[in-house]
């Protein structure tokens, strides 16, 4: 899917580019969005049919009328019916991992990506503006432009595009959130915004009012993002399997910090049981990209060779027996798609019987010659095997003909049976059925095993029945989650835990350059040592008070030397300064929402202060007056231009979002004074 580019209708302060990157089109006809709209389809017709059994279910406990019951009980009935199919079709859903692969994939065993969590749309713009009004005494209608593009910024986040912008745009969503939830989500008034997402695998929505479900959702999102690009990659060039194989190591890197991160969400797919399993799957995924790799220059027909590929295929084999037996526990399996542990059990199968193809290739295709290095084949044959048949050795093995024949065709015979079982299970799940090319690589794979058995048929021999020891697993390369750079947590000092009053204007009067008071703090600045004597403490200046205006500069992100430097300009008339000062941050709960909470004492906090981080001169730089609310976390590390314009086409380097992005929040973002979570 590519990005559409559409009018934003604000004027980009980087550049002359009027456009602004969004998610994909929801109505491009292409297979994945086909497959996320009949997503977003099945779920409606779930919380349709669950209301309907709420219903039918409370009516049941309330009546007492026999006819009535009855006639409930056949409707709930029908209901369950109604819920088994679309749960039905929803796995179906998860199981169409043919959209996710690169079109141009044609000798790759199929990878498994994660469908996108689908939500509801959120209309931020009334609860904003009421808390902008009542918290901090300014009107909320100077931010109709920035709410909305908040609003364009979350909606966009539905629909991302499947590579690294895509990434970012959930990225840049993702980093709003904690500065979203300390200027607007108080533990001590309710938004009445509620947030809504549904189950990637049962459909069942989950409803917040608080920002913890949407904070995991977007991790989960964005998790879910790498392993499409994962699975889309082309893994029959090395630059192409490199992508995949960091696409899946950052997907279990964000799913373990969303397992770490919030423990207690209610989202049965973002559940500790749910994510380990699934970083065990996309762990799985990034070492069998990592064997392709290993194994796409082609594998020399050579003792060595041979036997570490032989390794390399049993570790493969070793995790995916992990991830099914993972997604074989209750209640993990009443949730995953079969095709998920059937997958994962026919890859168990694949690769442990390739693992003894290649023993079985070193034995029965290599002698013991005179020029070859006998301690050293002696030393990696022994570190293949965990025990060997009782009476033998290595060296046995290596020297005599025999043995080396006799263990040879037990590992060949044992490759056989493992490709007749991964076809087996193959042929018992209709979606994997719809896969040809994974039936084309598991039949040529057994057909190479028979092959080779044939090879080295004897007539005369009798039939030898001893098993094939098994195979230690062993990597050069071992698949590691990948954690994205993090991002710094929001600023704690203006937020909506605080309590301010309204802004008090104080008049100054310089009398021989004295202030009667002295200033202290990075930003905001503090008045401290105030003379109660002075004409500023007879105005109403308090001791404490942070100094939020100097004349018509807003300086609440200015250090002491700025602010000072403004009140050394003031003349003999004197200059009025604007100061705030902070109440008790534990007031009772208020028993209405913001909307209607109108005996709420008015507070002030910080709106909307930004400067221009590129003018290095003190005395040229200026204060907008006016930016987006949204950019209070960032001080001064973006321009005046609201924060929330999604993603410019420009690429040019001159707009804040180009600058190096991490992809998701660090820990410290959830875990700060001002998380409600």
């Given amino acids: 899917m590519t990005d559409a580019l559409l009018p934003n209708g604000i004027k980009d302060s980087g550049g002359d580019n009027n456009y602004f990157r969004k998610g994909c089109n929801p109505f491009a006809q292409t297979g994945r969005s086909k497959l996320q709209n009949k997503r977003a389809s099945v779920n409606q017709q779930i919380i349709k049919q669950m209301r309907m059994r709420a219903g039918a279910e409370n009516l049941l406990k309330a009546t007492s009328n026999n006819k009535v019951k ?18 039905g079709q929803l796995e179906g859903l998860n199981s169409s991992v043919e959209v996710y692969q690169n079109t141009h994939e044609t000798a790759n065993i199929p990878l498994i990506a994660l469908g996108l969590k689908e939500t509801k749309e959120v209309d931020f713009s009334t609860p904003f503006k009421d808390i902008i009004l009542e918290h901090y005494s300014e009107d909320g209608n100077n931010f109709e432009d920035e709410i909305a593009d908040l609003m364009d910024l979350r909606q966009a986040c539905r629909t991302p595009s499947r590579n690294e912008a895509g990434v970012e745009l959930l990225a840049k969503y993702s980093s709003h959130l904690p500065l979203m939830e300390s200027r607007f989500f108080s533990p001590t008034r309710q938004t009445g915004i509620f947030f809504t997402w549904y189950d990637s695998f049962t459909g069942v929505p989950v409803c917040q009012q608080n920002l913890s479900l949407e904070k995991a959702s977007i991790l989960f999102n964005m998790a879910a993002l790498y392993s499409q690009i994962g699975t889309r990659s082309d893994r029959q060039t090395i630059v192409g399997l490199e992508e995949a194989i960091s696409s899946f190591q950052k997907a279990a890197g964000i799913l373990n910090h969303l397992k770490e991160t919030f423990t207690h969400t209610p989202s049965y797919d973002m559940s500790p049981a749910m994510l380990s399993m699934l970083i065990r799957m996309m762990l799985a995924q990034a070492q069998e990209c990592l064997f392709e790799k290993t194994a796409l220059p082609g594998i020399r027909n050579q003792f060595f060779s041979l036997l570490k590929m032989a390794q390399e295929a049993a570790k493969v084999s070793e995790i995916y027996d992990q991830v099914h037996q993972s997604m074989i526990q209750t209640p993990i399996k009443d949730n995953v798609p079969l095709f998920w542990s059937t997958m994962s059990q026919v890859k168990t199968n694949h690769y442990c019987s390739m693992a003894h193809y290649f023993v079985a290739s070193v034995l029965l295709d290599h002698q013991l010659g005179p020029s070859d290095d006998e301690d050293q084949q002696e030393k990696t044959l022994s570190q293949v095997y965990d025990r060997l048949p009782e009476g033998r050795s290595p060296l046995d093995i290596l020297k005599k003909k025999d043995e080396r024949e006799r263990i040879g065709k037990a590992h060949i015979r044992r490759a056989i049976q493992g490709h007749e079982e ?149 003349n003999e008339e004197g200059i009025d300064i604007q100061v705030v000062s902070m109440m008790d941050s534990n007031p009772p709960m208020p028993t209405k929402s913001a909307t209607f909470c109108g005996n709420l004492p008015k507070t002030y906090s910080m709106i909307c202060l930004a400067y221009d981080d590129d003018d290095k001169n003190p005395k040229s730089r200026k204060v907008s007056k006016k930016s987006s609310f949204i950019s209070w976390g960032l001080k001064n590390k973006l321009k005046s231009a609201s924060t929330l314009s999604l993603p410019t086409a420009d690429h040019s380097g001159t707009l804040p979002w180009n600058k190096p992005r991490p992809s998701f929040p660090s820990s410290s973002s959830y875990n700060n004074d001002s998380v409600l979570y």
């Avoid at 009935?77 to 679309?86: G, H, R």
């Avoid at 750079?485 to 600023?491: E, H, I, Q």
């Fill in 422 to 570: 991964a076809l087996r299970i193959y042929s018992l799940c209709h979606h994997l059925n719809k896969l040809e090319v994974l039936q084309d690589i598991l039949k040529a794979s057994h057909e190479r095993s028979l092959n080779k058995s044939t090879e080295n048929e004897s007539e005369e021999e009798f039939a030898d029945y001893m098993e094939a020891p098994d195979i230690i697993s062993k990597t050069e390369h071992k698949a590691e989650m990948e954690v994205p750079a993090t991002t710094k947590g929001p600023l704690s000092v203006f937020s909506a835990k605080q309590r301010w009053t309204a802004p008090r204007t104080i008049r100054l009067h310089p009398e021989d350059r004295d202030l009667g008071f002295t200033l202290k703090g990075e930003t905001p600045v503090q008045v401290v040592s105030l003379d109660p004597l002075c004409p500023a403490a007879a105005d109403g200046l308090k001791e404490g008070d942070y100094i939020v205006a100097v004349g018509d500069t807003d300086c609440k992100w200015m250090g002491v030397s700025e602010v000072m430097r403004l009140l050394k300009d003031v």
């Fill in 70 to 87: 009855e006639m409930v009980l056949l409707e709930l009935s029908y209901v369950n019916s109604n819920l088994q199919l679309l749960m």
